[in-house]
């Protein structure tokens, strides 16, 4: 059974860069034909899908995100990252990772992590 | 990017009832819509994929239908364990994007 677990700073200042890792056991990122992914949901409001990376180092972020966002992946340590820069109020949202499984030529989302609150506030 | 809209945004129902949810794609997206049950303070649950196959594990009297532009999440008979909000979510382009979402709530 894949597990996923986020795990970062809950409190971050305007202007710093956000930093979150999730660390996936039960499967190996290495092993291919997964796409690993960070999805975010404000308070009280619906899912945005932040980028994914497959485990190669290959990534693709929404364009309204894409200027603030890097996705990184760490095999030897089974985790990926997000940084999120320049961050303001508006980024204040509980942060999933997910996995991404193709559906067509883009993935959907067969597991998830718990979930992380991340505020933005000085 | 491909807008979802669904609608009730919330609905409320009784235990027992048949419920119906819809989701429109302001594109064509063939099947390639999926659909998610999440409870409060939980991630959200992978239930139907493909608009209509039900993920392994998922109780039958959750379905879906459609095809193109509009969707449907039926619960036949809803259970208390079903009070939650559903989302759809599109992959047939990139960026990928999710409805708004529809909260079921206890009449």
């Known amino acids: 059974q894949v597990q996923l677990q986020e795990s970062g700073p809950g409190l971050v200042k305007p202007s710093q860069t956000l930093s979150l890792t999730c660390t996936v056991s039960g499967g190996s990122i290495s092993s291919g034909g997964y796409y690993w992914s960070w999805i975010r949901q404000h308070p009280g409001k619906g899912l945005e899908w932040i980028g994914y990376i497959y485990y190669s180092g290959s990534t693709y972020y929404n364009p309204s995100l894409k200027s603030r966002v890097t996705i990184s992946v760490d095999t030897s340590k089974n985790q990926f990252s997000l940084k999120l820069s320049s961050v303001t109020a508006a980024d204040t949202a509980v942060y999933y990772c997910?996995?991404?499984?193709?559906?067509?030529?883009?993935?959907?989302?067969?597991?998830w992590g718990q979930g992380t609150l991340v505020t933005v506030s000085s | 990017a491909i807008r979802i809209t669904q609608s009730p945004s919330s609905l409320s129902a009784s235990t027992g009832d048949r419920v119906t949810i819809t989701c429109r794609a302001s594109q064509g997206i063939s099947s390639y819509l999926a659909w998610y049950q999440q409870k409060p303070g939980k991630a959200p649950k992978l239930l139907i994929y493909?608009?209509?196959t039900l993920q392994s594990g998922v109780p039958s009297r959750f379905s879906g239908s459609g095809s193109g532009t509009d969707f449907t999440l039926t619960i036949s008979c809803l259970q208390s364990e079903d009070f939650a909000t559903y989302y759809c979510q599109q992959y047939y382009s990139y960026p990928l994007t999710f409805g708004g979402g529809t909260k079921v709530e206890i009449k």
């Open positions: 493909a608009a209509s």
């Open positions: 997910a996995r991404g499984v193709l559906g067509s030529g883009w993935p959907l989302f067969d597991y």
